[in-house]
Protein backbone atom coordinates (compact mmCIF):
# COMPACT_ATOMS: atom_id res chain seq x y z
CA UNK A 1 0.00 0.00 0.00
CA UNK A 2 2.71 2.07 0.83
CA UNK A 3 4.28 1.90 -2.96
CA UNK A 4 1.44 2.77 -4.29
CA UNK A 5 1.33 5.79 -2.46
CA UNK A 6 4.83 6.89 -2.90
CA UNK A 7 4.48 6.40 -6.15
CA UNK A 8 1.61 8.63 -6.04
CA UNK A 9 3.83 11.57 -4.99
CA UNK A 10 6.62 10.76 -7.42
CA UNK A 11 4.52 11.16 -9.96
CA UNK A 12 3.46 14.97 -9.77
CA UNK A 13 2.98 16.52 -12.98
CA UNK A 14 3.30 20.30 -13.15
CA UNK A 15 5.14 23.03 -14.63
CA UNK A 16 9.01 23.38 -13.56
CA UNK A 17 10.66 26.39 -12.65
CA UNK A 18 12.35 27.22 -15.79
CA UNK A 19 9.22 26.60 -18.18
CA UNK A 20 7.43 28.99 -15.88
CA UNK A 21 10.53 31.71 -16.20
CA UNK A 22 10.48 31.38 -19.82
CA UNK A 23 6.30 31.82 -20.34
CA UNK A 24 6.93 34.76 -17.85
CA UNK A 25 9.35 36.38 -20.47
CA UNK A 26 7.39 35.38 -23.21
CA UNK A 27 4.73 37.56 -21.59
CA UNK A 28 6.77 40.63 -21.00
CA UNK A 29 8.18 40.83 -24.08
CA UNK A 30 4.99 40.93 -25.87
CA UNK A 31 3.34 43.36 -23.73
CA UNK A 32 6.81 45.57 -24.13
CA UNK A 33 5.29 45.75 -28.11
CA UNK A 34 1.57 46.26 -27.13
CA UNK A 35 1.70 48.95 -24.45
CA UNK A 36 3.50 51.73 -26.62
CA UNK A 37 1.43 50.64 -29.86
CA UNK A 38 -1.22 50.79 -27.56
CA UNK A 39 -0.39 54.74 -26.38
CA UNK A 40 0.31 55.79 -29.80
CA UNK A 41 -3.53 54.57 -30.63
CA UNK A 42 -5.17 56.22 -27.97
CA UNK A 43 -3.11 59.45 -29.28
CA UNK A 44 -4.52 58.77 -33.04
CA UNK A 45 -7.77 58.39 -31.81
CA UNK A 46 -8.17 61.63 -29.53
CA UNK A 47 -6.20 63.97 -32.40
CA UNK A 48 -9.13 62.51 -35.03
CA UNK A 49 -11.31 63.27 -32.62
CA UNK A 50 -10.43 67.01 -32.12
CA UNK A 51 -10.36 67.16 -36.13
CA UNK A 52 -13.71 66.42 -36.03
CA UNK A 53 -14.96 68.43 -33.74
CA UNK A 54 -13.18 71.33 -35.52
CA UNK A 55 -14.11 70.45 -38.98
CA UNK A 56 -18.51 70.30 -37.06
CA UNK A 57 -17.75 74.01 -35.42
CA UNK A 58 -16.40 75.19 -39.01
CA UNK A 59 -19.25 73.82 -40.68
CA UNK A 60 -21.52 75.01 -38.12
CA UNK A 61 -20.45 78.49 -37.90
CA UNK A 62 -20.62 78.31 -42.39
CA UNK A 63 -24.37 77.14 -41.79
CA UNK A 64 -24.92 80.19 -39.60
CA UNK A 65 -23.87 82.50 -41.76
CA UNK A 66 -25.75 80.90 -44.81
CA UNK A 67 -28.71 81.79 -42.82
CA UNK A 68 -28.06 84.64 -41.50
CA UNK A 69 -25.00 86.51 -43.37
CA UNK A 70 -22.03 87.78 -42.86
CA UNK A 71 -21.95 89.89 -39.71
CA UNK A 72 -20.74 93.40 -40.16
CA UNK A 73 -17.97 93.34 -37.61
CA UNK A 74 -15.76 90.14 -36.37
CA UNK A 75 -17.80 88.71 -34.19
CA UNK A 76 -15.52 87.26 -30.71
CA UNK A 77 -15.62 83.78 -29.51
CA UNK A 78 -18.02 84.69 -26.85
CA UNK A 79 -20.90 86.05 -28.94
CA UNK A 80 -20.05 83.38 -31.37
CA UNK A 81 -20.45 80.63 -29.04
CA UNK A 82 -23.95 81.49 -27.90
CA UNK A 83 -25.10 82.51 -31.32
CA UNK A 84 -24.04 78.50 -32.60
CA UNK A 85 -24.53 77.09 -29.25
CA UNK A 86 -28.34 75.15 -29.66
CA UNK A 87 -29.31 75.99 -33.29
CA UNK A 88 -26.18 74.92 -35.22
CA UNK A 89 -24.54 72.77 -32.43
CA UNK A 90 -26.45 70.35 -30.18
CA UNK A 91 -23.77 70.54 -27.86
CA UNK A 92 -20.45 72.00 -27.76
CA UNK A 93 -17.73 69.77 -27.92
CA UNK A 94 -15.53 69.20 -24.77
CA UNK A 95 -12.01 69.55 -25.11
CA UNK A 96 -9.37 67.20 -26.44
CA UNK A 97 -7.79 65.11 -23.94
CA UNK A 98 -4.70 62.92 -24.38
CA UNK A 99 -3.47 63.95 -27.99
CA UNK A 100 0.45 64.60 -26.43
CA UNK A 101 -0.36 68.18 -27.57
CA UNK A 102 0.15 70.66 -25.25
CA UNK A 103 -1.31 72.91 -27.62
CA UNK A 104 -4.55 71.01 -27.63
CA UNK A 105 -5.57 69.34 -24.58
CA UNK A 106 -7.98 70.46 -22.10
CA UNK A 107 -8.19 73.97 -24.25
CA UNK A 108 -11.52 75.11 -24.53
CA UNK A 109 -12.87 75.81 -28.34
CA UNK A 110 -13.23 79.43 -29.74
CA UNK A 111 -14.88 79.97 -32.72
CA UNK A 112 -14.83 83.42 -34.25
CA UNK A 113 -16.34 85.16 -37.62
CA UNK A 114 -14.51 87.63 -39.38
CA UNK A 115 -16.12 90.18 -41.13
CA UNK A 116 -15.27 89.28 -44.21
CA UNK A 117 -16.60 85.45 -43.96
CA UNK A 118 -13.72 83.90 -42.68
CA UNK A 119 -13.89 80.80 -40.09
CA UNK A 120 -11.56 80.54 -37.64
CA UNK A 121 -11.77 77.79 -35.13
CA UNK A 122 -8.89 77.01 -31.87
CA UNK A 123 -7.10 75.48 -31.17
CA UNK A 124 -6.85 74.58 -35.12
CA UNK A 125 -6.88 70.96 -36.51
CA UNK A 126 -3.78 69.07 -36.37
CA UNK A 127 -1.70 66.51 -38.64
CA UNK A 128 -1.97 62.94 -38.08
CA UNK A 129 1.29 60.99 -38.33
Do not use: C
Not at 29 to 34: G, H, K, Q, R, V
Not at 54 to 76: F, K, Q
Not at 107 to 116: F, H
Amino acid sequence: MFKWFLKKINNRKGFTLVELVVVIAILGILSAIAVPKFSASRENAAKTAHNANVRTLESAANMYIAENGVPSANMDAASTKTALDGKYVQKWPSPAKGTGDTNIDNKEYEVTIGADGSVNVTPMAVNLP
